[in-house]
């Protein structure tokens, strides 16, 4: 299928996608029950080393033994590139270390699945059977997009099925070829570490079965039993640990083609600008620089006005560019300033009814009877993602040929708006999918990859790797979106709540993103803007959720863990509101609350209980979050020393499903604590006159070592499939720490980043 094919048939499908989460019912409802197309073999075959047998789309027997495993998902730091071949390796019998890596082709049985499917805005307690024809059809829908992308901690829960299907398939197809070579009944012969054992001794490797397994037909896989599992469940190391020690680790900052060049941009001091002029000929007289070039006509809406200087090194690119010489005309964002979104957020609040979430009973009714009626505002800000390793992306144009070495989460998007800048075909688009120092939702754009190939397009053929400064990352994000909210809440004379009111108000990642990489219309409702707000556990009988999308002259995108990032400290922190306004226990408060939802109890319990008493001078704060299906409770232990708030211990219990690998759920869990606790106590770009005020690390700071807090994780056993870890653990840290702030100084901290000054 050539790359305009492939384009169009996605723009058709993710608009259909739309309307299904919108409507759900637009998509077609005979295709809606057809069984979902199979993920186990690819188009094409599974390119492998010579010699090497691909027994399904996912993976081959090498001849020496090893096994070749497509990895469709990127590794930034998540620990994927260990959990997914786990599961691959419990079901085939092998040993992890006899698993290698090659990249997935681009083919659409390594989209991602789960991802899309999660993104309906139903509510994790519907069991209806509207919600299940709806998954159903729009898992159908991102299978036929095939959309090879890693976010939305979605990686091991996609993988769950298809990969351990994968393995056992393969496994079953080894066997046979064994029972056959030996004449023997398949249900004789076991497998143990890469190989196939008969009882009366007889046994063979995998690498001598491949070539005869590859024509034999497994039939339907045959999963293992949880109790079976040999290595699922079990704290395997990192196999990514020991390339990162020892330097030998390629992250997309360390391609290096042969003969590659350097590049660096002059970016819009103010959003909107363009470029009007520049003066090329001083900075084309410095040693070392090749070429000076406009990229505005050749990225058209697919990115800023700008302009980019090749160098010889990356140091004379990058000081050239800053002497470039650069007129900018102004445009309509000029006046766009922090102070003035809020505004027109309280403006939005007080004449839009919004789109209703979730509605149960009848709140309105509530308000005679009540004893008590409390309300709260809360706001949160822009949040950029700084990441450690810039932005960049290496990119060649030779012979109608592309070619790409890129840290990104998003290769099957990177390829199509590749093909689109350099005007090709996107299968005449290679692409290298390094190691990502760091990606927090930030790579999933793939503005940096339209620039690096309208540079190399200048380049006479010749390589050319785009860094951004750290300023640059900073003040040209996508960010996560500024939000303010509003609550009302009627205490009963018990002091239970009678109702809930909650309305918001923010702009929609969903529609700008759609927009920026597929040229789609924003339409209808955007979960992301109200999850954690509209999917709350808390059984009140009257509820209504709303939330309003503003537009937004501020570019935004998906940070970690995205709407819950915000909207938990929200929820979470008005709970404790109204567990003081009873005159109640904040624990107690959330129990009585949670009869239904015994997971959530347990995860609740098990953190309190884990936390014991604070010493004294210290608060325990609490909260608990559901979020990528994946519950959470944290209790942070906060002091206040000169004005200033510290946090000594966080304690967080997590219930995931099925822990693949406990090792990396514990590592997940301190990151994405120390992620949330680095915004919750520092995080906030604010704009004035269309500019980001901060630029880098000393005004938008994360944690330092001497700051980072004792993290201990609890896993609490389950046997449901796995959910989301590497987002779960950060929205609950902000409320966690303001409400112990609360019980220290009696001041209740409703705007983020916390600040007692």
Not at 99 to 113: E, H, T
Not at 363 to 387: N, W
Not at 444 to 452: G, N
Not at 472 to 489: E, G, S, V
């Amino acid at each position: 299928m050539s790359g305009q094919h492939t384009t169009s048939r996605r723009r058709f499908l993710l608009g259909g996608l739309g309307l299904g989460v919108a409507g759900v019912g637009a998509l077609v409802l005979g295709w809606g029950v057809l069984p979902p197309r199979q993920r186990l073999n690819g188009s094409a075959p599974l390119p492998v080393a010579e010699g090497a047998v691909a027994l399904n789309g996912w993976l081959a027997i090498q001849t020496d033994g090893m096994v070749a495993l497509a990895m469709p998902r990127s590794e930034m730091g998540q620990g994927v590139h260990t959990a997914l071949p786990m599961l691959v390796a419990e079901e085939l019998d092998v040993p992890l270390s006899s698993v290698k890596l090659i990249q997935a082709p681009m083919d659409k049985i390594f989209g991602n699945v789960a991802m899309l499917k999660d993104g309906l805005p139903f509510h994790p307690d519907d069991q209806g059977r509207l919600k299940a024809l709806a998954q159903w059809t729009v898992a159908k829908a991102a299978r036929e997009l095939g959309v090879i992308v890693t976010g939305g901690s979605s990686s091991v829960k996609d993988g769950w099925l298809p990969m351990r299907e994968a393995g056992a398939s393969a496994r079953a197809m080894l066997v046979g070829a064994a029972a056959a070579q030996w004449q023997v009944p398949h249900a004789q012969c076991r497998t143990h570490n890469g190989e196939v054992i008969h009882p009366d001794g007889r046994r063979a490797s995998y690498a001598s079965l491949a070539q005869r397994a590859a024509g034999i037909d497994p039939g339907k896989p045959v999963l293992k039993l949880p109790k079976d599992f040999k290595l699922i469940g079990q704290p395997a190391p990192r196999r990514d640990t020991p390339a990162k020690v020892n330097g030998s680790a390629r992250f997309g900052i360390d391609a290096r083609p042969p003969g590659m060049l350097y590049a660096a941009l002059q970016l819009p001091p103010s959003l909107g600008d363009t470029l009007a002029s520049f003066d090329a000929a001083p900075v084309l007289a410095l040693p070392g620089v090749r070429k000076v070039a406009d990229l505005t006509a050749a990225l058209g809406q697919r990115g800023a006005s700008c302009v980019a200087v090749v160098a010889d090194t990356y140091w004379r690119a990058k000081t050239a560019a800053a002497a470039l010489a650069v007129q900018w005309t102004g445009g309509p964002q000029a006046g766009v300033s922090s102070a003035g979104i809020y505004t027109e957020f309280a403006r939005l609040l007080d004449t839009e009814s919004g789109f209703t979430y979730y509605s149960s009973g009848k709140v309105d009714a509530q308000a005679s009877g009540a004893q008590r009626t409390l309300t709260a505002e809360y706001r949160a800000p822009f949040l950029a993602h700084a990441a450690m390793e810039p932005v960049n992306c290496t990119a060649q144009v030779k012979n109608g040929k592309v070619m790409l070495w890129v840290s990104t989460q998003a290769p099957g998007i990177a390829v199509d708006v590749a093909a689109k800048v350099a005007g090709v075909d996107a299968k005449d688009v290679a692409i290298e999918v390094l190691l990502l120092g760091g990606g927090f939702g930030r790579r999933l754009e793939v503005d940096m990859v339209a620039q690096a190939v309208a540079i190399a397009l200048q380049c006479d053929g010749a390589p050319v790797q785009l860094v951004w400064t750290r300023e640059q990352d900073t003040k040209h994000d996508m960010y996560r979106p500024a939000a303010l909210a509003r609550f009302a809440a009627r205490l009963d004379e018990h002091g239970r709540i009678a109702s809930w009111e909650n309305k918001s108000v923010s702009a929609s990642i969903t529609h700008q993103f759609l927009q920026r990489n597929f040229g789609l219309p924003g339409m209808g409702p955007d979960k992301t803007t109200a999850e954690g707000e509209f999917d709350m556990p808390y059984e009140i009988a009257h509820q209504r959720i709303a939330h309003v999308i503003a537009d937004s002259a501020v570019p935004v995108g998906y940070w970690r863990s995205v709407g819950h990032s915000h909207n938990a400290f929200f929820k979470e922190s008005f709970i404790d509101e109204l567990a003081h306004a009873a005159g109640q226990d904040s624990v107690a408060f959330r129990r009585a609350m949670l009869a239904q939802h015994p997971r959530h109890l347990a995860v609740l319990d098990a953190a309190v209980s884990k936390a014991g008493s604070a010493p004294p001078g210290h608060a325990h704060g609490v909260a608990l979050h559901q979020s990528f299906g994946s519950i959470v409770a944290q209790v942070a232990q906060v002091s206040v020393e000169n004005g200033e708030i510290r946090v000594q211990r966080v304690v967080c219990a997590i219930d995931c499903g099925i822990a693949v690998n406990p090792n990396i759920i514990a590592q997940q869990v301190e990151s994405a604590v120390l992620f949330g606790l680095s915004a919750a106590l520092g995080g906030e770009i604010t704009f004035k006159q269309g500019k980001a005020l901060q630029s880098n690390f000393h005004d938008y700071p994360v944690l330092r070592m001497g700051q980072e807090p004792v993290v201990e994780t609890i896993i609490i056993a389950s046997a449901e499939p796995p959910e989301g870890v590497g987002e779960p653990g950060t929205p609950p840290i902000a409320p966690a720490v303001a409400n112990a702030v609360f019980i220290l100084t009696g001041k209740r901290l409703r705007s983020l980043p916390l600040r007692l000054a």
